[in-house]
């Protein structure tokens, strides 16, 4: 029981729901940032590189047989240039949000003006002194 009562608590934390929101935004987010690049930008470099295809790129090291049902072996470094042309799009859109969310963050502060200050320790010493020398001089 105490158990289940622990991870009750650890669960309904504010941390853990907010790390599950963002790895489920995380993943949607993903989603539209590889259809951007497979269905938006890899075409147009494509077309600038001369129609290459860069998912099918690849260096073949062991030829296939249908016939004989073998596989073909290759490194597909295509691929490979596609995902980190996503990891790149992916993470300059995490910097541009950051660097936004620091920005606002900053305004907040600038608008909180600091309240006016009220005179030091010394200066109420001081007219406490004065009053009372006013009040001993009557």
């Known amino acids: 029981m105490c ?3 622990e991870f ?3 669960a309904l934390k ?3 729901m907010d790390l599950a929101i963002g790895v489920i935004i995380g993943g949607a987010f993903g989603k539209i940032v590889t259809s951007l690049v497979n269905d938006v930008l890899m075409p147009l470099i494509s077309m ?3 129609g290459i295809n860069f998912s099918d790129l690849k260096i073949v ?3 296939g047989d249908e016939a004989k049902k073998i596989q073909e072996v290759a490194f597909k470094y295509g691929a490979f240039i596609q995902n980190i042309i ?3 799009i992916i993470a300059f859109c995490i ?3 950051v660097k936004a969310l620091n920005k606002l963050t900053r305004k907040k502060e600038e608008i909180v003006e600091e309240a006016p200050k009220g005179p030091t320790q010394e200066e109420i010493l001081t007219d406490i002194k004065n009053i009372l020398a006013e009040i ?3």
Request: a positive charge.
């Open 3 to 5: 158990m289940l009562k």
């Open 8 to 10: 009750k608590e650890f």
């Open 14 to 16: 504010g941390n853990v």
């Open 48 to 50: 600038l590189t001369g």
């Open 61 to 63: 090291l062991k030829a």
């Open 86 to 88: 996503d990891f790149l």
């Open 95 to 97: 910097f541009m949000m």
């Open 136 to 138: 001993k001089e009557k």
